[in-house]
């Protein structure tokens, strides 16, 4: 076979190629003014100036050096000649004459007054014409036939201020200089083309040199990326008629002193290095002689060396490669390379081999090979072997070496800088060696000791005990590699992202424990995909930075690395030793990368072009995780452990800005798992944690010589004591738990789709039928049978005719309206058309959008038009009747683009009048449209769970719109969110509600029926346990008449667990019976009747899993770091708004989750009715505060004996949980809802966790602090209900009074916040603190609260009865100091006789614990018991006129 043409300049890339443009890690935040931050840091850390470097351009050979010296001179003089306007040699070609004649003016320094305002535009034009005035000296003559003489190529310059092909970016180049045979391939239009651009040249006016090299640096590194077989560039920088030249090597830009042109000297020196270049070898222009192009067949050619597992003294082989896979897309650094290669030319399309080009450090003339990567990987293989382990997922050596420019030389730094290398040395003598600790991916980063900075300036992070070279050693080092992977941005989904991380942390940690090798470089570009039996499996490559590590499989402090994923400890070269959680942490910062920067390739380009725009709109966005990549290691550590520091911060800064398409909600969860387990392992104490120090405490040791102990700080660094064997040996075992758990859940997600039923057949046929009709002209929309059509302003709506943000709330929703009724209608003509008899195959209902001018429910009054989704028999109806309870489906909530959070918002204040006027409303939908964007949303009574963006411009996501509506069409009415066991008599108007069986004497009787009126409590909080109140009758004639209490309500429960203590049913049964044994009266107690569990049919109960069926096991799949429920969570007002719906983990504030429990992304819940007696009515329609008085007395008194003498705290003390009664016409309390009532034994308190109604929770349970719960907790929350109430008024009118004299005063003053605001709204511990502060002292709790009551008649008793209540409660005058108060008190620890004194020990003292105390809390009780009887008769008295 014939030896195919080649090209050793730079690649002439066919058709459609890959370019460095496609690969994310160059281009993902590669704007203008990105980069050019990140080029003037890499100019301030790298630069350094040497005179003579232009000396490296000299041809090897003496006799073509004299050559260059002698052309040099003839150049010169004719130029003199023509600048002085002598007479000029006869001889010189037309050529030369005219381009010295373009560049006179900027030669003798005339541009400079005559274009001070545009000088750059002009001086390229005059460097060109210099550039084509030394290539027409040089052009052989036609007679030559290749003498010695002859220069190897000629540079000609290319157009100027043109944006380069060979890459995407919105940039110009001044110019650039290319390699050509003979000047007659002059051509000044040429566009720029990176892939065969020789140098960049960059003109700039003469106060402008940083600028002129920070663009020089972003252009260079295209070419970088551009030219696979570049080892160095050249560059040079034009400042009015200074210029520079410059060298890039691997870590370091070299530039040389200023060349003046306007003077002889200057001139010449700059003549010069342009004629080197022409005369000099393929190699000092910066190119690999070892890898050359073929262009007749489109690719490399590339030359492996020899050494292989059995032989070192092999001949190189040769490689045939498309394209690299694997860019050198930084300027600075190893500058590695990955191709796909054969040994075949005929196969390179099918290529086995992956080619790894690199330069390593290494140090100068060491045979030590504990660096060198095939002999680390030869011995990682062998080991593997030798124990029996499978290498199919371990990357294997096939060949290599270090690259060779010709048989006498290696190609290292030494050959890149030969012959100034030595001269360079000489200069900077305070050098010494190569500091190790600061090799990385981007390159040995930053030192400033270039720019003329000391050793221990601060951003150099270099350790004492090491120097640095001014050009660190490296050497070009090439191996062949099996199996070939592809890289992760190839992959097509996160789960495959997964699976791979997991295969490659499993094979790092059998690398690491079985042969003693650890990795230090995780990071995107190093772990590869490959596929084994059609399965997707990951490979772990790039060993470049492993180091052996003993038993202790830990090693010295250096730092390696790639800086976007590299340690926080590494980054900051810390004391602390490296171990593999430093690589766990890098695998960290890869799935956050890739998280929020997407996956796939076309994620990605989704991602930079987003990013792009945000830049030319805003210059002052900064792209997510912008500062791991750009800045020191300094800075870049700073900005993780800012992401890091715990688990809110992490999800605001990191986790919220994840991709939002299918698989990346389980990447997200991986990454707070990773984050929590490597960060905050809960198996591990406080001082392990986190990743700053914390102080531990001091010594105050007794055995001090000294009377007086001196008490000693110390801090603990949490890196250094996760370090210990014990705890990374948890931690590890964790990760890997983690790590095999999630593969596990993402090989199980499904790879095909599901037959299709009848829903999704209806779907496709009706999205087939929207995209016919918005295909159409205008003119005809009536094409579909029926006419039936589009509106126009619907069709722009879903072809994205409309700008985004330019659509108004009205316009999308009357698109949106539009859109629902033609999918009604559709259905209803398609299922009219098949005459389906079978009642399954029909829809049960059709929606319809609510239209313009409808009146809205009473709850929903202030929401907006066109809003709400109603169900409707026939959608061929042109108006629809009033929008109430039992039509209403879910409400729809219209924004503009980027608006997700505020229709968040509203859709969740309209929803919460949808529970209020439903009484039968289980949990419920809704829908946000922003812009083009849908998302529906499922309310349950802990979560909204949103689902991912559907673009209706898309077919895709306008069909996933289109089957949720036609599903809510054909589902059952429990899957709307409505209860079948409660429904509306509209001819009555009450009603119907199945009670369950179980009663004091039978537990498996039938449901019986009860007929009701509206509810006396609803459901007016969107979370929670959705607790209603009716006062029904079981006879339908005596509705108006009723006897009992239904309560309707969703606690939570333990899944198929039988334990009743939390069962209502059980405890009121259990309570009733203990005091009817001790013969007590139970007419003041609430009596159960019947209940238990409400059944959606025969088969099923109603809970949790039934409403979330059939994606309840889905979401525990993709949340695998969630346990079981945290009961102390429990909240009237709905488990507290944890944000894990919104991605946060439990460490989250608001979540006010105890360390000891972990919650469910769903806490399970059961739905539970129960018929009690007697019926009570709420405290809202008391008529004056001495009924209230009278009703709360009766309320504790019971709560007294139900404690003392069946052992039940109620636990849930609050405005609800009180009913009022009328006995011989006398008003009395009755205490009702013990959900939250726990069996306590002799003691009277139980454990701490957290329970009731947060307006009236204590301040202990607020803070859900470890003092145990008692009765003191509910006295407490009486004292709140007393409050709460003579604030707000006893009666529903004053209440109502109040409402509207707050909803004034807010109107006219937006900062206004009523009083007991921060009781109700805010965190636990917010509320916990806001009550603490009105009860520091009675005078404070008299101004901030007292001073508050109403003063109306009968209030007076009712602040006083508060008062004496906090007195007796909280400060005690009968009791010791310690015990009163809600503030920790401290008091100096008196030694005993015959001890040291100690003068340092203080002793804190928790009034709450204190009170706990058996006698102080008899005390407390009988007196609060004392003062609730005294105050009992003084409201009798008043009321009825005579003393009880």
């Not at 002193?257 to 020196?269: F, H, I, N, Q, Y």
């Not at 095939?374 to 293989?381: F, K, S, Y």
């Amino acid at each position: 076979m014939s030896q195919p043409s080649v090209d050793s300049t730079p690649q002439k890339k066919r058709s459609g190629s890959r370019s460095s443009a496609t690969n994310f890690a160059s281009d993902c935040t590669d704007q203008w003014s990105l980069r050019m931050d990140d080029a003037r840091k890499e100019r301030e850390y790298r630069r350094f100036d040497f005179d003579d470097i232009a000396r490296c351009a000299l041809p090897k050979n003496s006799t073509l050096r004299d050559l260059v010296d002698k052309r040099t001179k003839e150049i010169s003089h004719r130029l003199d000649d023509i600048l002085v306007e002598r007479s000029q040699d006869p001889e010189t070609p037309a050529l030369v004459r005219q381009a010295a004649n373009e560049c006179r003016k900027w030669l003798r320094g005339e541009l400079i007054s005559k274009n001070s305002s545009r000088y750059e535009k002009v001086i390229y034009p005059a460097h060109a014409a210099l550039i084509r005035c030394i290539a027409g000296h040089l052009d052989p003559e036609p007679t030559s036939a290749g003498g010695t003489d002859e220069a190897k190529r000629v540079l000609l310059p290319y157009a100027s201020d043109l944006k380069p092909t060979g890459s995407d970016k919105r940039i110009r180049i001044d110019g650039a200089l290319r390699s050509c045979a003979d000047a007659s391939s002059a051509d000044d239009e040429l566009r720029p083309d990176y892939r065969d651009i020789v140098l960049v040249a960059e003109a700039k006016w003469r106060r402008e040199q940083d600028k002129a090299y920070d663009q020089l640096i972003r252009y260079t590194r295209q070419v970088y990326a551009n030219q696979p077989n570049r080892r160095f560039a050249w560059g040079v920088t034009i400042c009015a008629t200074l210029v520079r030249v410059i060298l890039f090597e691997n870590d370091r830009m070299v530039s040389s002193k200023d060349m003046d042109v306007t003077t002889s000297t200057g001139l010449a020196a700059y003549i010069k290095f342009i004629v080197s270049l022409c005369f000099c070898e393929e190699h000092q222009l910066g190119y690999d002689p070892s890898m050359t192009w073929c262009s007749e067949n489109e690719y490399w050619i590339i030359k492996c060396p020899g050494r292989t597992p059995d032989n070192d003294d092999e001949q190189p082989a040769t490689y045939y490669a498309r394209d690299p896979v694997f860019v050198a897309d930084h300027l600075f650094g190893r500058h590695t390379r990955g191709f796909y290669a054969s040994d075949d030319p005929e196969l390179v399309d099918q290529p086995d081999t992956f080619i790894k080009d690199a330069w390593p450090h290494a140090e100068r003339g060491s045979e030590d090979t504990s660096r060198d990567e095939l002999a680390i990987l030869q011995d990682i293989v062998q080991q593997l072997k030798t124990r029996g382990i499978d290498t199919t997922g371990y990357v294997r050596p096939v060949r290599g070496g270090t690259v060779r420019l010709d048989d006498d030389h290696d190609d290292n730094t030494d050959t890149v800088l030969d012959p100034v290398v030595g001269d360079i040395e000489a200069a900077h003598p305070q050098m010494g060696t190569i500091a190790e600790n600061d090799e990385t991916d981007a390159g040995a980063l930053a030192t400033k000791l270039a720019a003329g900075r000391g050793k221990d300036d601060e951003a150099c992070a270099i350790d004492d005990s090491s120097w640095v070279e001014v050009i660190p050693y490296r050497v070009h080092r090439r191996l062949a590699l099996k199996p070939i992977g592809k890289p992760l941005y190839a992959l097509s989904s996160p789960y495959e992202l997964i699976i791979v991380l997991a295969d490659a942390m499993t094979a790092h940690s059998k690398i690491l424990n079985l042969c003693g090798y650890l990795h230090r470089d995780i990071s995107t570009n190093n772990i590869l995909a490959i596929e084994v039996d059609g399965r997707v499996r990951g490979v772990l490559i790039d060993f470049d930075c492993a180091i052996k590590v003993g038993s202790q499989r830990r090693v010295r402090a250096e730092r390696t690395g790639t800086p976007p994923f590299m340690s926080i400890n590494n980054l900051r070269n810390s004391s602390v030793e490296r171990s593999e959680l430093d690589d766990w942490e890098s695998l960290l910062y890869v799935v956050c990368w890739l998280g929020v920067y997407g996956v796939s390739g076309a994620n990605q380009s989704k991602y930079q072009a987003d990013i792009e725009r945000k830049c030319r709109t805003d210059k002052n966005y900064k792209p997510p995780l912008y500062a791991w990549e750009c800045g020191t290691f300094e800075e870049v550590a700073r900005a993780k452990k800012e992401n890091l520091e715990d688990m809110g911060t992490f999800t605001g800064s990191v986790l919220n800005h994840f991709q939002r398409e299918d698989g990346y909600a389980m990447l997200k969860s991986l990454a707070r798992r990773l984050h929590k387990r490597l960060l905050f392992n809960s198996h591990l104490d406080n001082k392990y944690m986190g990743m700053v120090k914390v102080y531990c405490g001091g010594d105050d040791s007794d055995e001090s010589d000294d009377d007086t102990s001196k008490s000693t700080v110390v801090f603990v660094d949490p890196f250094a004591k996760r370090l210990e064997q014990k705890a990374r040996d948890q931690i590890n075992k964790d990760l890997m738990k983690t790590m095999a758990h999630y593969k596990a859940a993402a090989c199980a997600m499904p790879t095909a789709t599901k037959d299709c039923n009848d829903v999704e057949a209806l779907t496709a046929r009706i999205s087939a039928d929207l995209v016919v009709t918005l295909g159409a002209k205008p003119a005809d929309l009536g094409a579909l049978d029926g006419g039936l059509s589009v509106p126009e302003a619907c069709r722009e709506w879903l072809t994205g005719v409309r700008a985004s943000g330019t659509e108004s709330r009205t316009q999308v929703n009357n698109a949106h309206t539009s859109l629902i009724h033609f999918i009604a209608c559709r259905m209803k003509e398609l299922r009219d058309g098949l005459n389906a008899s079978d009642a399954a195959s029909n829809p049960k209902r059709f929606l319809l959008v609510c239209g313009s001018g409808q009146t809205q429910t009473k709850a929903s009054e202030n929401s907006s038009l066109n809003d709400l989704i109603c169900a409707v028999v026939d959608p061929s109806v042109t108006q629809l009747g009033e929008a109430n309870s039992t039509n209403t489906v879910l409400f729809v909530k219209a924004e503009r683009s980027g608006r997700q959070d505020l229709a968040y918002c509203q859709l969740i204040h309209d929803t919460r009048s949808l529970y209020a006027d439903q009484p039968n409303r289980r949990f419920a939908w809704g829908v946000t449209i922003c812009a083009t964007l849908v998302r529906v949303i499922l309310f349950e009574n802990d979560r909204m769970v949103s689902s991912k963006d559907m673009d209706v411009t898309t077919s895709t996501g306008l069909a996933a719109y289109i089957k949720f509506i036609v599903s809510l069409c054909f589902c059952e009415e429990h899957q709307l969110g409505y209860d079948p066991s409660m429904t509306w008599c509209s001819e009555n108007k009450y009603w119907i509600i199945k009670c369950p069986g179980r009663t004091p004497d039978n537990d498996d009787e039938q449901p019986a029926t009860y007929y009701a009126r509206d509810p006396v409590f609803v459901a007016d909080h969107l979370f929670g346990r959705h607790t209603r109140g009716f006062y029904a009758s079981d006879d339908p004639e005596l509705v108006d008449q009723p006897d009992t209490f239904i309560k309707d309500a969703w606690p939570h429960a333990e899944r198929g667990s039988e334990d009743t203590s939390r069962d209502e049913l059980a405890i009121l049964q259990d309570i009733v019976q203990q005091l009817k044994t001790r013969g007590i009266d139970t007419t003041g107690y609430v009596r159960p009747v019947r209940g238990g569990t409400v059944r959606l049919d025969d088969d099923h109960d109603d809970n949790t899993d039934t409403v979330l069926d059939p994606v309840v096991g889905d979401i525990e799949a993709a949340h695998p770091q969630m346990g079981t429920i945290a009961e102390n969570d429990e909240t009237d007002a709905g488990a507290l708004a944890t944000k894990l719906a919104a991605g946060c983990g439990k460490d989250d504030e608001a979540c006010a989750i105890d360390d000891s429990s972990r919650v469910e992304v769903i806490p399970y819940r059961v739905h539970r009715r129960l018929a009690l007696k007697p019926i009570g009515k709420p405290l809202y329609a008391l008529s004056s505060p001495y009924e209230l008085i009278i009703v709360l007395a009766d309320a504790m008194t019971a709560h007294s004996k139900i404690l003392n003498l069946c052992g039940y705290l109620h636990r849930d003390i609050s405005t609800n949980n009180i009913l009022a009664i009328e006995v011989d016409g006398r008003v009395r309390g009755v205490l009702i809802d013990f959900d939250c009532a726990i069996k306590v034994g002799s003691q009277r308190r139980v454990r701490a966790e957290r329970t009731g109604t947060p307006p009236f929770m204590s301040i202990n349970n607020l803070r859900n602090s470890s003092v145990e719960r008692s009765e003191l907790d509910d006295w407490e929350s009486l004292l709140y209900v007393v409050c709460w109430l003579g604030v707000y008024g006893v009666s529903g009118a004053n209440q109502s009074k109040y409402q509207a004299d707050i909803e004034r005063k807010c109107r006219t003053d937006k900062n206004y916040k009523p009083p007991l605001y921060k009781w109700e709204y805010g965190t636990f511990e917010e509320v916990a603190d806001s009550k603490e502060r009105c009860l520091t002292g009675l005078e404070r709790f008299t101004s901030s609260v007292l001073n508050h009551f109403k003063t109306e008649p009968g209030y007076d008793m009712l602040k006083e009865l508060a008062h004496e209540l906090c007195q007796w409660l909280l400060f005690n005058l009968q009791l010791d100091r310690a015990y009163r108060g809600v503030v920790n008190t401290t008091k100096p620890h008196y030694r005993r006789p015959g001890t040291r004194v100690n003068t340092n020990t203080i002793i804190v003292e928790d009034p709450f614990v204190k009170r706990l105390e058996k006698d102080a809390r008899d005390k407390i009780n009988d007196d609060l018991a004392e003062v609730m009887d005294l105050y009992k008769r003084a409201a009798v008295s008043a009321l009825y006129g005579f003393c009880q």
